[in-house]
């Protein structure tokens, strides 16, 4: 609720005249309010660029990666709207080489120092922009409608993204592109999107692919430390 308070009046009035023009209106509206659990999950679930909330525990990205992990300790819930993911410090390099990179990545020429930190990450991803507008109006609005999140290094990001196109053959990203920082220092950017069913970084001195924008939003929901784990291989 917080975040739809952070629209700007010009993006509100915008939505409610798309609603209106097609019959959304105070009848429509007030039956909403009074809707129960089930109806707004089925409203929720058709509403445009809306994720319902997916989890990929550590022993699911085991399974669907090719990865040998073992991890013990609570796994998140869902939150509607977001991707967990659990991530467990691998590069870019080491999703290529796994069985689900071999079959589903590109061969990429990432820095192997491209890591993020190790835990359960949850993930927010943009509705998708004309590749005319401005990407730094599309992260800058991400930021301020969602507090504590920062945008998504690419090694987590692109864990995401494969694990979800490898179990349900979906691209998270819609279609689009996402500028991804590729490291902590955030001063390096790649570019991430699905060409072909495979997943594909880019670095950001290459062309971009004339498609929609895509921003990734991230937070570490929960870290390692907190995760007895053992990873082995």
Known sequence: MKSLRNIAERELDLGIRKLWKEGIGI??????????????????????????????????????????????????????????????????????SCPAGVERMY?????????????????????RLSPKRRRTDSESRMLRHHPGFELALVPVSCSAVLAHLKKTGEDLLADATSHCPVCEWKHNRSWLSVLGSRVHVQQVWQVPPQRPLSTVVARLLLPAEHLPSEVQG
């Open 107 to 127: 061969r990429d020429q990432s820095d192997p120092r491209w890591h993020a930190k190790t835990g359960y990450w949850e993930l927010i991803i943009s509705s």
């Open 27 to 96: 009848e429509q509206w007030n039956a909403m309010l009074g809707a129960d659990d089930t109806a707004m999950a089925r409203l929720a679930a058709a509403w445009p660029g809306f994720v319902p909330g997916v989890v990929y525990s550590a022993e699911a990205m085991s399974e669907i990666l090719g990865i040998p992990i073992k991890a013990n300790g609570p796994v998140p819930k869902p939150v509607p709207g977001s991707i967990i993911v659990y991530y467990d410090g691998w590069s870019l390099s080491q999703l290529c």
